[in-house]
């Protein structure tokens, strides 16, 4: 393999600026930089970042565009396959997926492929989204439950299609975590409302404030004419580690703590006084994205000292990597292979300290990392005044009201078949979080895109077999 050029950065907001104000930290690329980065793809005659990608977006031939100056080429080979593009190529693990299989990567750094992707949607996104002509009605109608990327994806694709689709949203604004839990920092909000109103474009009804399992259970969405449902209603459920202290004034859910500032928009005091406790000394336990967007969420909003906590080592934590890098250079403190076991009161109930234990790594465990395996004796307390549990969340079950038929698995995750979302109900699919536990974006936008297909093809012959177990392998 010939010379290649080095990889080309993205410009940022200098650490020191950042920590003082919610603005997008990842600047994007300049025309310059996209082309030349745009040079760096090899064209493969089998491209292998195609197949990394859960949606398979045409990588190379949006790139081949964006190299010829045929930007609008460039937008329609990316979104043909993709209707969220601006979000994927801000938040996507593109390390672990289509940059894993850039054939370059394998003696130089992958072409930045997210970088690119997010400019081309940025350069559609300043020219005004063109809306594809609708297809012909097939006269069918489907439910989508939950405006997250999966219900968004399933609903647009579905709508393409020719469906009438209705998507039903519980909150009173669309887009699921990346609306109510990804920092503006990360995600601005006017780049998931331009996506989402593309998907509306698309001929999607969108239904807000409506709670389905409250408003409407799934047998009478199916009972009043919809014939079929899509659940995608993700993973909203926070968990909590069971140590004493957990119910001290103090502590938050990352949930609760990031829909305060981001959905409810306490980061914009005054403008809006959403009332979000912000106290000197904070810690956050775990060491996802999740929890990197609340510790540095916590030192946007004015903290002194923002303390991370997490059970295993750096090399295990979940978060990207990016975005680890990122809170470290804003002065977060990392305790790796360190755990809470106790939240410690003052005698009016607020928060004052954590007890600490060190961890060591053991056997692997299911997940094949090594165990993290307590230090009898290691035992240390340090001062702090709020906590941000960030372990993982799981399905809210409110979406199961009266539903026995649909069978969950024991961490409340919905069982349905990988290739197409169907659940042991018939004429309802899932995908996303509400199936996988928390995940991916896109992730969850692949399961969102499969069950679409899956529909359509039921839909035109709805007398096939509904459910056969997967084979063992
Ligand atoms: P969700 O995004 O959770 O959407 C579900 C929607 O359903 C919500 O809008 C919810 O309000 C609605 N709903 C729930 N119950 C009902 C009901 N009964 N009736 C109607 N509507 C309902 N992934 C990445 O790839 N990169 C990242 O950088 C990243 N960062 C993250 C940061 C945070 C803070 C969090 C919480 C997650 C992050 N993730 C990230 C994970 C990713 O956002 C999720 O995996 C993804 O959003 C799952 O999509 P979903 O559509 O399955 O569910």
């Excluded at 409302?193 to 999607?204: A, H």
Aim: hydrophobic letters at 40%; charged letters at 25%.
């Amino acid at each position: 393999m010939a010379k290649v050029a080095p990889r080309n950065e993205m410009p940022r907001q200098p650490a020191e600026e950042r920590i003082h104000n919610f603005d997008e930290v990842a600047l994007g690329y300049s025309a310059e930089r996209a082309a030349a980065e745009a040079e760096r793809c090899l064209q493969c005659k089998k491209p292998t970042c195609i197949d990394g990608c859960p949606v398979n977006v045409r990588i190379p031939e949006f790139i081949l565009c964006l190299k010829q100056g045929d930007m609008w080429g460039a937008v329609e080979a990316l979104k043909d396959l993709n209707n969220l593009p601006a979000i994927c190529g801000r938040v996507c693990p593109q390390e672990s997926q289509c940059e894993l299989t850039c054939v370059l990567g394998k003696k130089f750094e992958p072409v930045a492929i997210g970088r690119l992707e997010r400019y081309v949607a940025d350069w559609e996104m300043e020219q005004g989204v063109r809306t594809p002509p609708r297809a012909p009605s097939s006269g069918r109608r489907v439910a989508v439950i939950g405006a997250g990327p999966a219900g968004l994806t399933c609903a647009g694709d579905l709508a393409k299609m020719g469906h009438e689709v209705t998507l039903f949203e519980s909150l009173h604004a669309p887009g699921g975590v990346l609306i109510y839990g990804i920092p503006e920092f990360r995600l601005p909000k006017s780049v998931v409302s331009t996506e989402v109103k593309y998907v509306e474009s698309l001929g999607v009804e969108l239904k807000l404030n409506s709670v389905i399992g409250k408003l409407y259970t799934l047998d009478e969405l199916l009972g009043d004419g919809y014939d079929a449902v899509f659940m995608g209603t993700g993973a909203g459920l926070p968990q909590w580690m069971h140590i004493p202290g957990e119910n001290l004034n103090g502590v938050y859910s990352a949930n609760e703590f990031l829909t305060r500032t981001n959905l409810m928009k306490a980061y914009r005091f005054p403008e809006y006084d959403t009332p979000v406790m912000i106290k000197p000394r904070v810690v956050v336990v775990g060491a996802g994205n999740v929890a990197m967007d609340s510790a540095r969420s916590a030192l946007r909003l004015g903290a002194e000292e923002v303390h991370l906590v997490y059970r295993r080592s750096e090399e295990q934590a979940p978060a990207r990597r990016e975005e680890l890098e990122n809170a470290k250079e804003e002065g977060v403190i990392f305790h790796w292979l360190t755990n809470p076991v106790e939240i410690l009161g003052t005698d009016n109930m607020w928060v004052r300290g954590m007890r600490l234990q060190a961890q060591e790594l053991g056997e692997p465990d299911s997940s094949g990392r090594p165990r993290p395996v307590p230090v009898p004796g290691s035992e240390y307390d340090m001062n702090t005044d709020m906590v941000v549990m960030a372990i993982g969340t799981r399905p809210n079950p409110m979406v199961f009201t009266d539903q026995p038929d649909l069978e969950r698995t024991r961490r409340g995750t919905v069982v349905a078949i990988e290739e197409s979302g169907r659940t042991k109900k018939p004429r309802v699919w899932a995908g996303g979080d509400i199936v996988t536990g928390a995940a991916t974006v896109i992730s969850a936008m692949g399961a969102g895109k499969r069950a679409a297909g899956d529909i359509d093809a039921f839909l035109k012959d709805s007398d096939q077999e509904w459910w056969a177990e997967p084979e063992q392998e």
